[in-house]
């Protein structure tokens, strides 16, 4: 079966940290550019993060930019995203994606089913 499989997310004190995991099976992220997104309730779905193909390049909203960091794990078939110093509009739903190219959009073939972030103030 074809997924990505979105984890991680919980509730959380501002200041705090948090690790989304994005697992891919069926396919392997090798051949993908993987993105995070998050959607606040009430407001539009928002990019987070992109990470190539290669994993050599990375992007991130300004947003959001100095405390989130993306990675990954191609032994794992694994996209990480590391959310540091969060922040209460933080909280969202995270999902991640995956695009077949080099770099994220503006199609993408596979989408996580998305982990709930909470961070209280």
């Known amino acids: 079966e074809v997924q990505l499989q979105a984890s991680g997310g919980g509730l959380v004190q501002a200041g705090g940290s948090l690790r989304l995991s994005c697992a891919a099976s069926?396919?392997?992220?090798?051949?993908?550019?993987v993105g995070w997104f998050r959607q606040a309730p009430g407001k539009e779905r928002e990019g987070v993060s992109c990470i190539s193909r290669n994993a050599g390049s990375t992007s991130y909203a300004d947003s959001v930019k100095g405390r989130f960091t993306i990675s990954s794990d191609h032994v794992k078939n694994t996209v990480y995203l590391q959310m540091n110093s969060l922040k209460p509009e933080d909280t969202a739903v995270y999902y991640c994606?995956?695009?077949?190219?080099?770099?994220?959009?503006?199609?993408?073939?596979?989408w996580g089913q998305g982990t709930l972030v909470t961070v209280s103030s």
């Open positions: 069926g396919f392997t992220i090798d051949d993908y550019a």
């Open positions: 994606a995956a695009s077949p190219g080099r770099w994220c959009g503006p199609r993408y073939e596979y």
